[in-house]
């Protein structure tokens, strides 16, 4: 039965409510995040459908809807200063449709020229000189204030420092990274574990607001600009400006023409359409602006965007096809991508065969399975991505679709932490793409920074059994690597002084290089920080790991876990005998002795008869730590430190409550025993 409420329901009013926060929560994505989870083409069809609506409901009227503002990448704590822009920083009007086109060309003036340029896919910035002088670089924020990323700006070679005629102008336009430096950029962050970028103006985004102008001048960005501002400005019309900033060396694109009418404006689309695909850097559209200025501001502006200017976007391309089969990867961290094989296709000039599927709940989503026909789409991302099912009423079934229940690679059981999207292979020590992973992530420049042991070198010493484990690198020969056809005796020389001098990164680079899920560069930093040696970070509880700032539940049980496993200490006491370096340089010289801290907190039962030292030294050794000596095996056993001969019942209960067994040798190492052992 209805109620009175449903009946006056109107669920377009709820959808007004609801695109508003869809869309303020991509904005944030894509702004502030630089991780957008919608295509740029349904982010706009949504926001266009938002527009409508509004207009249906003028009672629904809220100047804070995202129709009203252009999205914002100001950060609370983004450590640049906020600047309040001259002049707002407005955003364009933009559709997919050449009809639109059409229709915005007819209503102006008659004799208006255009001034036809390419839509960069980048990030505004706002250059301001005075008296010559590069004096703030601002980003657009949320259009009346951005933040001042001067520093950043100056490591960008083609954007000048200083003008020779001394002029005070503003001069706006985009900030890129050119495909082959994201390319490389996101190659770097695989080796490393990073999140990837998912398009070259995602990483423009964070690379511009990153706190280290350093790394900003490694990644290569580069500009285009298209806009000047200003009072007294040079020429009555925006080509003549855009030429006379080229001579006073800014980077004006050459792609930029005055047209007159329809169809030299719809040669110019068509010719960009096919020719962008050339360039070095990405382009999502055509921006038209009406050439003349005395006609742009009798135009004026809406809220959000000029009346004078109009981006036409260029769609993605899209083709159908049959998703044949279904396959499984694994990832270097364990976690299994559903991959499409599919017909090939012809895509934006190459072929696709194959895209990802994410994960098992996007398939569902979809309501896709093998033999379906799929569409799929190559847009801003590099990546080919199935979009929908093409949908046959006739023969709609839903998704009999079942996920794999076993690693591929290595047959181990899947895992699916609660929250989490994926599926995962939880064998880390064993499962071969993770080991090589970890490997691969050990040597990698911002953890071991080992030259020479590059991804294919592994994968190479892999498969001919030589390494096992990140530990299996210290015990690598001369003899090992010059038998290999493709290494020789000087790469051989070369990657031993490479593994010889990682013996001397420090403690903290160590830990994030030992891959704990989720301990990324900054985390290692902070933990190695307040645990300065492997000894006393493996006996870590959960309350004084999550008492680090950046440490989550997430993280401590995953460091917790690290430890616990008996293959993972094998691993770490392997690194020690090596002579990797595994505390910090004062706790290195100063602290280690045979008293410590070591075992604050720990409860140890001793069981079994020992080589170095008697039980009872054993005991005195566990008091002088911190630690607690108890005759019996319960679940407050931090751990058994076990001897030869160990009792059967103790061992028994040991493993019932997955208590870790430490031998004589791990146990005087993790005390940093000093003396005859
Ligand atoms: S003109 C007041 N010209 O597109 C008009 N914008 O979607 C200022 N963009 O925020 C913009 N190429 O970041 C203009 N040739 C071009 C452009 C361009 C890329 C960007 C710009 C703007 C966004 C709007």
């Not at 511009?208 to 040079?234: C, H, I």
């Not at 895209?355 to 789409?377: K, M, P, S, Y």
């Not at 990164?505 to 190695?528: D, N, Q």
Request: overall charge negative.
């Amino acid at each position: 039965m209805m109620d009175l409420f449903s009946e006056i329901e109107n669920p377009e009013r709820d959808e007004i409510i609801a695109l508003r926060k869809e869309l303020e929560e991509q904005n944030y994505k894509y702004y502030v995040l630089n991780a957008p989870t919608m295509s740029d083409r349904e982010f706009d069809e949504k926001m266009r459908r938002l527009q409508d609506l509004e207009k249906r409901y003028p009672d629904m009227d809220d100047p804070k809807s995202p129709t009203k503002h252009v999205g914002s990448d100001l950060t609370k704590k983004s450590g640049f200063a906020t600047i309040t822009h001259r002049y707002p920083m407005l955003s364009l009007a933009n559709t997919y449709s050449r009809e639109e086109v059409v229709d915005w060309l007819n209503k102006l003036p008659a004799d208006a020229e255009i001034c036809c340029e390419l839509k960069y896919d980048g990030l505004s910035i706002s250059l301001w000189y005075e008296d010559g002088q590069l004096t703030h670089a601002v980003t657009r924020g949320d259009g009346t204030r951005g933040d001042d990323v001067i520093d950043n700006i100056k490591t960008i070679a083609n954007i000048p420092w200083t003008i020779d005629n001394k002029a005070s102008i503003e001069l706006r336009g985009e900030i890129l990274l050119p495909w082959a430096n994201f390319e490389k950029l996101n190659k770097e962050r695989e080796a490393q574990e990073e999140p990837l970028f998912a398009n070259p103006r995602n990483a423009a985004s964070g690379t511009l607001k990153l706190q280290d102008p350093r790394e900003v001048a490694r990644r290569g960005l580069t500009s285009y600009l298209y806009y000047m501002l200003g009072d007294n400005l040079p020429e009555d019309n925006h080509f003549d400006r855009l030429q006379a900033a080229k001579r006073w060396g800014f980077p004006i694109s050459d792609a930029v023409r005055v047209c007159h009418g329809i169809d030299e404006v719809m040669a110019f689309i068509n010719y960009w359409d096919v020719e962008r695909k050339n360039l070095p850097v990405a382009t999502d559209g055509i921006v038209l602006k009406v050439n003349n200025i005395a006609q742009q501001t009798e135009l004026g502006y809406t809220a959000k965007t000029p009346r004078w200017a109009i981006a036409y976007k260029f769609a993605a391309e899209r083709q159908q096809t049959t998703l044949r089969k279904i396959t499984y990867q694994v990832g270097r961290t364990g976690v299994i991508t559903p991959v499409a094989n599919l017909d090939p296709i012809q895509l934006s000039g190459t072929v696709v065969q194959r895209a990802t599927l994410h994960n098992e709940d996007f398939i569902r989503q979809l309501g896709i399975e093998e033999g379906d026909q799929v569409w799929v789409e190559k847009g801003g991302e590099i990546i080919p991505k199935i979009v929908a099912k093409v949908t046959n009423s006739l023969n709609s079934k839903l998704s009999t679709l079942n996920f794999i229940k076993t690693c591929p690679e290595c047959g181990t059981p899947l895992v699916r932490v609660e929250g989490e999207a994926a599926w995962r292979c939880p064998n880390d020590i064993t499962c071969p793409p993770q080991i090589k992973g970890k490997m691969e992530h050990f040597v990698s420049r911002k953890a071991m920074n080992i030259d020479g042991l590059g991804e294919e070198t592994i994968d190479l010493l892999f498969e001919q059994n030589l390494l096992h484990s990140i530990a299996d690198i210290y015990h690598l020969t001369h003899e090992d690597l010059a038998k290999q056809e493709r290494l020789g005796n000087k790469s051989a020389d070369n990657i031993l002084a490479g593994i010889e001098k990682s013996k001397t990164v420090p403690w903290h680079r160590v830990l994030f290089a030992l891959g704990i899920r989720m301990v990324g560069e900054t985390t290692a930093k902070k933990i190695a920080r307040v645990f300065p040696s492997i000894d006393q970070l493996q006996w870590a509880t959960k309350e004084q790991l999550t008492a680090i700032e950046d440490v989550g539940d997430q993280i401590a049980e995953n460091i917790i876990a690290y430890f616990n496993d008996i293959r993972n200490l094998d691993i770490v006491r392997q690194l020690q005998e090596a002579g990797v370096t595994l505390a910090s340089e004062s706790e290195n010289s100063g602290t280690a002795g045979n008293s410590g801290s070591q075992l604050v907190g720990k409860t140890i039962v001793i069981s079994g008869t020992f080589e170095h030292h008697s039980r009872e030294e054993y005991k005195e050794m566990i008091e002088a730590h911190g630690g607690k000596n108890s005759g019996s095996v319960s679940s407050k056993t931090s751990f058994i430190l076990a001897g030869e001969n160990m009792g059967p019942e103790k061992r028994k209960k040991a493993e019932q409550l997955g208590i870790a067994l430490v031998s004589e040798d791990e146990f005087l190492q993790m005390i940093n025993y000093v003396g005859e052992s």
